[in-house]
């Protein structure tokens, strides 16, 4: 790497502390509302624990990931000295302080909105403007992601743009657009209300507004673990990339539909019409395309690797790839998660079956899986395969990797199974208080528990990981190879401009939200009479 | 090599791209803005229009044949806002005391009252005025209270309230109060039963709630029975009744028991 190392380690660190901190808050929360504990008596603690776990692990942890990841995919991708060195760590320092101005107010309990806000209940108005602090920090690093691309293709005119840079730019770009609709909930309703110029807030449009962001957002947390399928997994059990420009078609895909299919969180809202929620949920089931050809693309790259390690027949190739690498393990295990948790996303995109699972801890038990499983299980395994690089020291505790990926797959699936269990048995969630006493849900208790145990396992494995990591950190120095990224079986030497560039995408994803949220956005501003009383958090008598 | 034009309708990349997401939009929105809606056979949707302004959200007056719903029995008239009566003048509390002299029969002299009716001294001042107003127009009956409101005004409420928000609490041992019972610190999720002090200050306070600890238990059993059966309904959004006629009997006394014991 040439001068940004300190800056990836900075922005990994900063964001595998948050993990571990936040990490141990959620198996509290699990802890104190199942039956091995009693009634805290006071939900506050449980909200506002609720609150910083969801601001770290939503916010905070992802999005360093990404930018760090960024950071090192643009020097190593583009083999050149990344541009906007200074600014890079203008923008970490805006995610730090921003993330110490949000937390020190939850911590008091005067923002105990859980981290998607809820509006009309207000808090304090540093929580806010710590979230928009991170944010704004996270678009330098699209600014610089974007300027990186552009002065590379301005030297290097009409080469292909390394598919990892361009993997990455397409993620950038993502955000920068997806993370507007919570820019404009905080700065034009939430912050005024919360620093008192108002006391009324239209929350029906500020859910519509959350809800721009809210779905895109999980495909900014699922952009780092798919640049790792492609650029990483195939390298590294010493296969090749199946295909280059299907890759480009995936991440193009995820641009312009991930983002204006926000309203199928809002099925139940009544603040917009049915047709839109048609329009939005049409939209979710085509962002399963590039997914599905992702999974296509893996697999053929792996059955390559399978094949050169000499496997043989229909299944052959399976047995021969290998297992006892950590990147091969976690890519495996993060498929099955995949897997499952994209089939009870599939249920949750449809109005009808939505209308089964809304609000029960089936959703909790969705996210946890997708996000702290699939994704996750990769950001690991991107930490694995880039520590050596950044530290200049061996990494090399694999049997410890092992152990920890395995047990992140298990904690997670003890974890998340019993949950969307009981969601179907009706169990809501954001709930501090369950009252297992009653005979109505005294079976769900067991369940319940089982999720408890799977909280452990995953403390334990989070654990595991920052050892892995400590350890790499003190090992003695050594000089790591050169860092490289998967070949594709056939590299392309010329793309069509419509495969090297974002501008038509851009238009696209633009164009598209303007079709699916322009009216329900207008509408809402444009109805009287829809604005209702703020409810002030951590105000007393 | 020359620059390829992205937009450009001679580029494959741009009409395809374009063209197939614009037909899954337009097709979706066919679907969804017309022949779902139209499948309803309902008597709002009288042609195309209609049903495409249904699927946009639109809202519509409901038809003035409907009347609308009132209930069968006066309704509290008192509109709160957060900001409400927050301090009281020294002349409004001086004015409220004189008039207080009225109500200490039963009250007692300082808002502490030996009758089983409530202590006044420290309640919320929206909750005495709410109530008085309640007293006055009907919405809350009381042979005892009714006559003695009826000639008080607006102000005279106002400063009532005042006085008494002014005089200092009961204060009772904290060590009477014993453990609280299980209806109270957390209420009853499968029941709709929200905690009590979710409204009434352990937790949050909403406007209205009024004050509990330290009322006489007495006087707590009657309006929990009172809200169960329908007797009392000056809550306006049937929040008391609703928790009330879900109660126990046993809930009932436990709660108006525990909370006469808290400090």
Known sequence: MWNSRRLVLAHLWFAFAGFGAALLLGEWQMFIRSPLHAWISNPEWYYRSVTAHGTTMAYVFPTLVAMGFGYFVTEEALKRPMVGLRWAWLGFALVVIGTFTAIVPVALGLASVLYTFYPPLIGNPFYYLGIVLVVVGSWVWVALMSINMHRWKRDNPGAPVPFPMFATVAGSYLWGWTAVGAALELLFQIIPVALGWRSTIDAGLARIFFSWTLHAIVYFWLMPTYIAYYTIVPRAIGGRLFSDPMGRIAFILFLVVAMPIGIHHAFEDPQVGSGFKYLHSVFTAIVALPTLLTVFTICASVEIAGRLRGGKGVLGWLAALPWRNPVMLGAALSFVMLGFGGAGGLINMSYQLNATVHNTQWITGHFHLIFGGAIVIMYFVIAYDVWPHLTGRALDSFRLMRVQLWTWFLGMIVLTFPWHWVGILGMPRRMAFYDYTDPAITAQAIWVTMSVVGGAILVLSGGLFLLVLVRGQTAPRTEPATYRFSVAVRPPRALPAALNGFGLWLGLMVALTLVNYGFPIAHSLATPGTAVPAVKVGERW | ?263
């Not at chain 2, 037909?23 to 022949?35: D, E, R």
């Not at chain 2, 229009?49 to 509290?76: E, F, H």
């Not at chain 2, 409220?96 to 009225?102: E, K, N, S, Y």
């Not at chain 2, 009532?160 to 957390?186: D, M, N, T």
């Open chain 2, 1 to 263: 090599m020359t620059r390829e034009r992205i937009a450009s309708v001679r580029n494959p990349w741009f009409t395809a791209s374009v063209g197939i997401t614009a037909a899954i939009a337009l097709a979706a929105a066919f679907v969804g803005f017309i022949w779902l809606p139209l499948q309803h056979s309902s008597a709002q949707f009288k042609g195309v229009w209609d049903a495409i302004c249904s699927a946009a959200g639109l809202v519509r007056n409901a038809s003035s044949s409907k009347q609308i719903v009132r209930p069968r029995y006066l309704t509290t008239s008192v509109e709160i806002d957060p900001h409400m009566l927050r301090s009281a003048s020294a002349e409004s509390i001086g004015r409220g005391a004189t008039l207080a002299l009225r109500c200490t029969m039963c009250h007692g002299a300082r808002g502490l009252s030996q009758a089983d009716t409530p202590n006044l001294a420290g309640q919320y001042p929206v909750t005495i005025y709410k109530e008085l107003v309640d007293f006055k127009t009907g919405a809350r009956a009381s042979a005892v209270m009714a006559p003695l409101v009826a000639d008080l005004s607006d102000a005279d409420m106002r400063d009532l309230a005042g006085y008494y928000a002014y005089l200092p609490r009961v204060s009772s041992s904290a060590s009477a109060a014993g453990e609280v019972p299980l209806i109270v610190a957390s209420g009853a999720p499968l029941r709709g039963i929200a905690p009590c002090g979710a409204c009434h200050g352990e937790v949050d306070s909403k406007a209205s709630a009024a004050w509990l600890e330290g009322q006489p238990a007495t006087y707590l059993h009657a309006q929990l029975k009172a809200f169960a059966t329908g007797a009392r309904h000056n809550d306006i959004g049937e929040q008391m009744r609703n928790i009330a006629r879900r109660m126990t009997s046993e809930e009932i006394d436990a709660a108006s028991r525990s909370y006469a014991n808290l400090p």
